[in-house]
C-alpha cells in the first residue's frame, strides 16, 4: 500500500510565501513523477505543477514564475516552494505520484490566503 504524507500548509497573508512538502512511502511503491494538484472551494481538482525524476518540470500558467516545484527520488519526496502568494490560491493542495500503474493522492493540506 502507497501512502502519501503532505505538510505545510496553512493561513498566509497576500504577497506571502509557503513551502509544501510530501512524501511517498510504501512496499509496491513504484513511481516516476510526482505533483500538486490543488481544489478551490466550488471548483475542479487542476494542476499546480508535477515534476519527473528525470527533471523535467510542467506548471500551471497561472503559477509560473512564483512557484517552484523539486524531487528527490532518493526521498520520493516532492516539494512546492509558493511565493506571492494571491487570494486565488486558497484550496486545498494534493500531493501526487505517478506510476506507470495509475497515481496516488495524498490526503490535502489547507492553503489559505487572505487578502
Known amino acids: 500500500q502507497v501512502q502519501l504524507v503532505e505538510s505545510g500548509g496553512g493561513l498566509v497573508e497576500t504577497g506571502g510565501s509557503l513551502r509544501l512538502s510530501c512524501a511517498a512511502s510504501g512496499s509496491s511503491l513504484n513511481i516516476y513523477a510526482m505533483g500538486w494538484y490543488r481544489q478551490a472551494p466550488g471548483k475542479q481538482r487542476e494542476l499546480v505543477a508535477t515534476a519527473s525524476f528525470e527533471g523535467r518540470t510542467n506548471y500551471a500558467d497561472s503559477v509560473k514564475g512564483r512557484f517552484t516545484i523539486s524531487v528527490d527520488n532518493t526521498q520520493n519526496a516532492v516539494w512546492l516552494q509558493m511565493n506571492s502568494l494571491k487570494p486565488d490560491a486558497t484550496a486545498v493542495y494534493y500531493c501526487?505520484?505517478?506510476?506507470?500503474?495509475?497515481?496516488?493522492w495524498g490526503q490535502g493540506t489547507q492553503v489559505t490566503v487572505s487578502s
Open positions: 501526487a505520484a505517478f506510476g506507470p500503474v495509475g497515481t496516488h
